[in-house]
């Protein structure tokens, strides 16, 4: 699944998500399988919220593909329970190769650039994985 926006002025989550967005999937993300009224009681216990916004929020995130809607029993007794279709590492990792990926395309060489400015802010493991693929880039004839 891909993100249609990504918001650049904006930090972590809120790049791909409004703010009620990144609650809701928060929530989901820890708790993994919950009805609306259920993830409703644990944001209105932080800040108060309308049930119909929560309601409103999480069908339109399935209907972006972020959230499984599942529905059991029928009329009087029928329960939809949502849950995330990634976890959250699974989210993030997707959506940070989309953007690397899109840039990379776009503008290859300055992308390239720019993150060879930003080494020095990398993690040394990480490091070490570039100096391998970049001998192994070397290898190739």
Known sequence: ???????????GLHR??????VKIMEVLWEKNK???????????????ISLN????????LADKEHLLKESTGNSRNK??????VQNREQFIS??????TDGLVEDFGSLMVSHLIDNLDRADASLI???ELKLNELKQKP
């Open 94 to 99: 997707e959506q940070t190769k989309v953007v």
């Open 53 to 60: 916004a929560v309601m409103t929020v999480m069908i339109r």
């Open 16 to 21: 791909f998500f409004g703010s009620l967005e």
């Open 34 to 48: 919950m009805t609306i009224k259920q993830v409703h009681e644990i944001l209105n216990r932080e800040d108060p």
């Open 1 to 11: 699944m891909r993100v249609k926006k990504i918001h650049l002025n904006e930090e």
């Open 128 to 130: 070490e994985r570039l």
């Open 79 to 84: 329960i939809t329970l949502f849950s995330p």
